[in-house]
C-alpha cells in the first residue's frame, strides 16, 4: 500500500468510522436512544458520545505540528533529507 492511499484510508476514516470505531458509534447511538426514549421526565437527553467506549479527545489542528511530525514520518523512512 502506498503512502498515498494510506492517507486517503485515514482521511475516510475519520468521516466514516469502520471497524471497531464504527461499532462503537453505532451500539453509542442506539444506546443513546434508549436511554432517551426511556429518560424520566425533567431529565436531559444525553449525548452519544456519553455512551462511547472509546473516548478519545480530540486536539486543536496545529499546522505546524503535523508538518513536524510529517517531516518526522519521511526522515525515518529516509525519504527526506536534510
Do not use: C
Not at 475519520?14 to 451500539?27: C, I, Q
Not at 442506539?30 to 444525553?46: C, D, H, I, S, V
Not at 510529517?70 to 529516509?78: I, P, Q, S, T, Y
Amino acid at each position: 500500500m502506498s503512502s498515498g492511499l494510506f492517507a486517503e484510508w485515514i482521511a475516510y476514516s475519520n468521516v466514516e468510522p469502520f471497524g471497531d470505531a464504527f461499532l462503537d458509534t453505532h451500539f453509542a447511538t442506539l444506546e443513546a436512544q434508549n436511554y432517551n426514549a426511556n429518560r424520566p421526565k425533567g431529565k436531559r437527553a444525553m449525548k452519544i458520545e456519553k455512551f462511547k467506549l472509546h473516548h478519545v479527545a480530540k486536539e486543536k489542528f496545529s499546522g505546524k505540528r503535523f508538518v513536524d511530525g510529517f517531516k518526522r514520518v519521511l526522515k525515518v523512512g529516509g525519504h527526506l533529507k536534510e
